[in-house]
């Protein structure tokens, strides 16, 4: 399956601590992006990484890919309790397809 | 603009019904996608449309028909659904197929009764 999987499933923090998420999958991929997703609401594009690329940074946020490794990992620094949502990464094949994977719940306490 | 609006917000339909959504973009955006996502799962890839064709059909029942009348439009016909096709519709865009961010718009809250 190309689907990404997501570690941890839930993740709980303080605000202003760092939080990392792990998306690993199984076949070659175009490019992986990041969303985010508060609750019951649409997706927000987040980092767009293509497979030549390593690592990207967007503000507090910092995204690897380890081609070899097939993962990925977004780095949040800093948090704030507006940071509380669910995270996907979505693979993306040159036939247009975008698989998500299953997500990591954020909860940043005040 | 980088807006995706999605109408309605909410639909409560019966087995019976047939209802649409209707889903609007105007940045130039030449692939529009439909997604159906469950609670607490990730959305799920249903329609993919480029340049105003239907480019992928993730082997969905045709009890969902989905049309795209020119670029900025995208809609998803819908009749005689199931209970189970209850969910969250979400609609997105983006600037060419596959290698491009997509932007979501907020959704349509589905209930099949």
């Known amino acids: 399956s190309q689907q990404g999987e997501e570690d941890p499933q839930a993740l709980s923090i303080q605000e202003g601590e760092n939080a990392t998420m792990n998306c690993s999958y199984k076949?070659?991929?175009?490019?992986l992006q990041w969303y985010r997703q508060n609750s019951g609401r649409g997706l927000v594009h987040l980092i767009l990484?293509?497979?030549?690329?390593r690592e990207k940074h967007s503000g507090r946020l910092r995204v690897t890919l380890d081609t070899s490794k097939k993962s990925s990992s977004l780095l949040i620094t800093a948090s704030r309790a507006a940071d509380t949502a669910s995270y996907f990464c979505?693979?993306?094949?040159?036939?247009?397809?975008?698989?998500f994977g299953d997500g990591t719940t954020l909860t940043v306490k005040p | 603009d980088t807006e995706v609006t999605q109408t309605p917000k909410h639909l409560v339909m019966g087995m019976t019904n047939k209802k649409s959504l209707k889903c609007e973009q105007h940045?130039?955006?030449?692939?529009m996608y439909w997604y159906k996502q469950k609670a607490k799962k990730p959305p799920e890839l249903m329609f993919v449309?480029?340049?105003?064709?239907?480019?992928i059909n993730e082997s969905v029942p045709s009890r969902f028909s989905p049309e795209c009348p020119n670029s900025s439009l995208l809609n998803l016909h819908l009749h005689a659904l199931q209970p189970e096709d209850s969910a969250l519709y979400l609609c997105?865009?983006?600037?060419?197929?596959?290698?491009?961010?997509?932007?979501f718009g907020p959704g349509t809250r589905l209930t099949v009764t």
């Open positions: 997105a865009s983006s600037q060419v197929l596959a290698s491009y961010e997509q932007y």
């Open positions: 076949t070659s991929i175009n490019n």
């Open positions: 990484i293509r497979s030549n690329e």
């Open positions: 979505a693979l993306n094949t040159n036939a247009g397809k975008s698989t």
């Open positions: 940045m130039g955006h030449r692939a």
């Open positions: 449309y480029s340049y105003e064709k239907l480019s």
